[in-house]
């Protein structure tokens, strides 16, 4: 009895010290192989993005609540402030809220971290555009893709795809108004991965 034991002890601490290894051995790979997916030379990949869209289109459905409703106030602000063109540094007159929402945009998109993004904002611009498109040129350029991805986001795509980054399956939207993520994957796939349906 006892011999058997001997016999069969040295092989199974074998047996489990090669499993050990070999498990740690593919879970430290697997681990680098994962934040070199996300990420490259400080800045997010296609790829990983690509992903975070795929598994954002296999979430549960979140049902849409409706803002709640709200009186416009009686007094409309008449003051009027003059965006700066970053490109031809000339002046277009806004309305203050309208200026204050461009203005809180283009700081959005300043603030994104871990993805290269240039922005171009002469869409709001009478000098550059003599028809004001009042949307942002935005190029994300990615470090496993030759070129950048390039469109035009309104004031409203700027925070939802800033949401999206943040994590959010919701977006909300006007006086706390919630839509399912989901609904807004046409823009999301145009924005980030150059997809045109
Ligand atoms: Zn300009």
């Excluded at 461009?102 to 009478?126: H, M, P, T």
Aim: overall charge positive; hydrophobic content about 35%; some cysteine.
């Amino acid at each position: 009895m006892s011999t058997l034991i001997i016999k069969i002890l040295p092989k199974g601490i074998l047996l489990c010290l090669l499993c050990l290894g070999l498990s740690c051995k593919s879970g430290v790979e697997r681990s680098n192989l994962h934040a070199e997916g996300i990420y490259k030379d400080g800045f997010r990949t296609y790829t990983s993005i690509e992903a975070k869209l795929d598994s954002l289109s296999k979430t549960p459905k979140v049902e849409p609540t409706r803002g709640a409703m709200c009186y416009e106030p009686m007094m409309r602000n008449n003051e009027s402030k003059d965006f700066i063109c970053s490109k031809c540094k000339k002046a277009t007159k806004y309305d203050i809220e309208t200026y204050e929402e461009i203005v809180q945009a283009k700081r959005i998109l300043e603030g994104i971290k871990n993805l290269k993004v240039v922005i171009d904002d002469s869409g709001f611009c009478k000098s550059c555009s003599p028809k004001p498109s009042l949307r942002f040129k935005v190029s994300i350029y990615y470090p496993d893709k030759k070129d950048p991805i390039v469109s035009e986001l309104s004031i409203q795509d700027v925070n939802i795809i800033k949401q999206f980054l943040d994590g959010s399956k919701v977006y909300t939207g006007e006086r706390d108004s919630k839509t399912d993520m989901k609904d807004m994957l046409p823009l999301l796939k145009r924005v980030f991965l150059g997809v045109k349906e």
